[in-house]
């Protein structure tokens, strides 16, 4: 049975421990990730973000030493979650560019969990009196919020409109395949443009959709897009 939590250091104390868990477990699956994704300048963010991890994790240790705890985790469920069901998707998404959208959306999931949990601990640290905790936790929160702006900047930039156009490449190889079938394919059905059946189908209709969400001033997550000095 778990330890009685009963003061607000004692659930910093835990805080701690399960950051150590979450960035364990992230500094495992980055890996994975890195393989997993296509585009180059994606890989290239995760394999920064990787070696990020690894020094967010270190950082901790001196936190539980100061506070008088070995370098230990406790179980964080919720990343495990979310990292799980990231490794799922992956597994049913085989289109290189479709995969990688779905990674970076498992990526900011990732990201939005420990936003969360870092700004809670730094909010528990300046509470406790805990001061130079508070400023090595903040630190890695501002490194977070980085990387989740860049994965927003990759995926309006890149990632969302390869993805789209892929599916609108099938949809019209799919369409040429019934024209050639069907005797039909200078009908307008092989272009995806044709009134009432490829203007629904078609580039037309899901690249707008698309295009209107890439010039809007949110991503998938609801993060607002800033400018980015590229990396
Ligand atoms: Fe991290």
Not at 83 to 90: A, D, K, V
Not at 199 to 214: C, N
């Amino acid at each position: 049975m778990s330890r009685v939590i009963s003061s607000l250091q004692e659930l910093y104390l835990h805080k701690l421990q399960t950051l150590v868990d979450t960035e364990r477990l992230i500094a495992l699956s980055l890996p994975l990730m890195i393989e997993a994704a296509s585009h180059a300048d994606l890989q290239r963010a995760f394999h920064v973000h990787l070696q990020q991890t690894e020094e967010q994790e270190r950082r901790l240790e001196p936190l539980l030493a100061d506070l008088g705890h070995e370098f230990q985790a406790a179980d964080c469920p919720s990343i495990r979650g979310i990292i799980e069901e990231g490794q799922l998707l992956m597994k049913r998404v085989q289109d290189p560019s479709v995969r990688d959208a779905a990674l970076i959306a498992s990526a900011q999931a990732v990201e939005h969990h420990e936003i969360a949990a870092y700004g809670t601990a730094r909010a528990w640290a300046l509470q406790l009196g805990l001061g130079e905790h508070a400023r090595v936790l903040e630190r890695t929160l501002r490194e977070e919020e980085e990387t989740d702006r860049l994965l927003t900047e990759l995926a309006e930039r890149l990632v969302n409109h390869d993805a789209e156009q892929r599916g609108t490449d099938r949809q019209l190889a799919r369409e040429a395949m019934v024209g050639d079938r069907t005797g039909t394919a200078t009908s307008g059905l092989s272009t995806g443009r044709a009134p009432g059946i490829g203007g629904d189908l078609g580039a037309g209709s899901t690249g707008s959709v698309g295009q209107h969400f890439v010039d809007g001033d949110h991503s998938p997550t609801g993060q607002p897009m800033r400018d980015y000095d590229g990396r």
